[in-house]
């Protein structure tokens, strides 16, 4: 095969990259739902537990978590977090962040329970440039996960950092 049927498919058409929002396309009031949901199984349960050092037993402890008010192990919450937040990556942030500033207003006011499938979206609750940082911007985003019952299971306010349109290095190849 020669290079240029290599390069075949390339020149067939448009090369359309996978990536998040530039700054400017980010709209204040926006909700983004992220699809696909992710069924939350006890083996991802188990090992996201064990993996972050988390030993407490209604994670990990059927015959314990059994007496407990919820009558069985309960998903991690910080595996309820870190899922709606990664569900949101490729629709907002991939290839545009800079960096998370932080988090705040953090809740789970309903448990996810095992097999549970948990669905998120995103709510674009701000957006301004960053005064210290040219070519770059600050969004607020607020997170929002839910089971298949449509109970809200978490909430999170999240800063990002993220790049204006044209700023980031390799932008001009579509990243």
């Not at 709209?27 to 993996?51: C, K, M, S, W």
């Not at 949101?88 to 991939?94: F, K, M, P, Y």
């Not at 957006?127 to 929002?144: F, N």
Request: neutral net charge; glycine residues 12%; aromatic residues 6%.
């Amino acid at each position: 095969m020669t290079g240029d049927e290599r390069d075949a498919p390339a020149k067939a058409g448009r090369r359309i990259v996978q990536r998040g929002l530039w700054f400017e396309e980010f709209e204040q009031g926006a909700v983004y739902v992220h699809a696909p949901g992710r069924t939350i199984t006890e083996a991802d349960n188990v090992l996201f537990t064990t993996l972050t050092m988390n030993t407490q037993a209604l994670h990990l402890d059927a015959h314990w978590a059994a007496g407990q008010p919820f009558g069985q192990r309960l998903v991690n919450s910080m595996l309820t977090l870190a899922t709606i937040v990664g569900a949101s990556v490729a629709q907002l942030t991939q290839g545009t962040l800079v960096a998370n500033l932080g988090f705040g207003a953090v809740s789970f006011p309903h448990p996810l329970l095992l097999g549970d499938t948990l669905r998120s979206e995103t709510l674009v609750q701000g957006a301004r440039l960053s005064a210290s940082r040219p070519g770059q911007g600050i969004v607020t985003l607020v997170h929002t996960g839910r089971n298949q019952h449509g109970e809200v299971v978490a909430t999170s306010e999240r800063s990002a950092l993220v790049w204006c349109r044209g700023a980031a290095p390799g932008a001009e190849d579509g990243r």
